[in-house]
């Protein structure tokens, strides 16, 4: 079964920025929709971004609008990035990236692969 690893997280102060990265082990990342979630401390995970199966269309949600960009490397399909701009201690919590056979959707439940998760910690 094809394994998703994040890595990228760690503890950067208010305003900074993190790339995270979601490294697929076999070539799923451009046969699947992907997506970031995240859980914050003491909440559920929560949709962050998605980009479509087929076209590379992206989603985000409103909380990530204009400040995260996700991008999917093309030409090995198997990475993921999300890059986080103008972080806030409201963006703590631990990263997932996933996959889902057939297009974003923005509950969890939808999705059938995994990563572990990377920390993400924003200092005020």
């Known amino acids: 079964q094809a394994q998703l690893v994040e890595s990228g997280g760690g503890l950067v102060q208010a305003g900074g920025s993190l790339r995270l990265s979601c490294t697929a082990s076999?070539?799923?990342?451009?046969?699947?929709?992907m997506a970031w979630f995240r859980r914050a401390p003491g909440k559920d995970r929560e949709f962050v971004a998605g980009?479509?199966?087929?076209?590379?269309?992206?989603?985000y949600a409103d909380s990530a609008k204009g400040r995260f960009t996700l991008s999917r490397d093309n030409t090995h399909y198997n990475t993921m990035y999300l890059q986080l701009n103008i972080l806030t201690p409201g963006d703590t919590g631990d990263y997932y990236c996933?996959?889902?056979?057939?297009?974003?959707?923005?509950?969890?439940?939808?999705?059938?692969?995994w990563g572990p998760g990377t920390q993400v910690t924003i200092a005020s």
């Open positions: 980009v479509s199966r087929n076209n590379n269309a992206t989603s």
């Open positions: 076999a070539r799923i990342v451009g046969n699947y929709a």
């Open positions: 996933g996959g889902n056979r057939y297009e974003v959707k923005p509950a969890p439940a939808r999705y059938s692969r």
